[in-house]
């Protein structure tokens, strides 16, 4: 059974940085992308970017390209999100989540087949 725990979500002042990671257990695989969602509150789930197995592809929703950077360590089986000048809109519980098989990022969560539990990220004005 594959398991992903986020952590690293907390309150930060509006333009300050946070470091969220996602680590899964119980994957066997290596063609699988690995992605990161928000919920703000009264929203949609939304996609906020993703990364393919071997790091090469990225992808980001354009409200947080140039402030978030996607990574991760297979070694670790654990996905990073930089969250950098951050904004009160920002605020919301942030998911990781992972598609498999896949080699594409996708936006629609519909393609992830595991999600973690959330973790909330406040941005105080």
């Known amino acids: 059974q594959v398991q992903l725990v986020e952590s690293g979500g907390g309150l930060v002042q509006a333009g300050g940085s946070l470091r969220l990671s996602c680590t899964a257990s119980?994957?066997?695989?290596?063609?699988?992308?690995m992605g990161w969602f928000r919920q703000a509150p009264g929203k949609e789930r939304e996609f906020v970017t993703g990364i393919t197995w071997s790091g090469g592809n990225t992808d980001y929703v354009d409200s947080v390209r140039g402030r978030f950077t996607i990574s991760r360590d297979n070694a670790k089986h654990t996905v990073y999100l930089q969250m950098n000048s951050l904004k009160p809109e920002d605020t919301a519980i942030y998911y990781c989540a992972v598609s498999f098989p896949a080699w594409t990022v996708v936006r629609g969560e519909r393609s992830y087949d595991f999600w973690g539990q959330g973790t909330q990220v406040t941005v105080s004005s």
């Open positions: 119980g994957l066997t695989f290596r063609s699988y992308v």
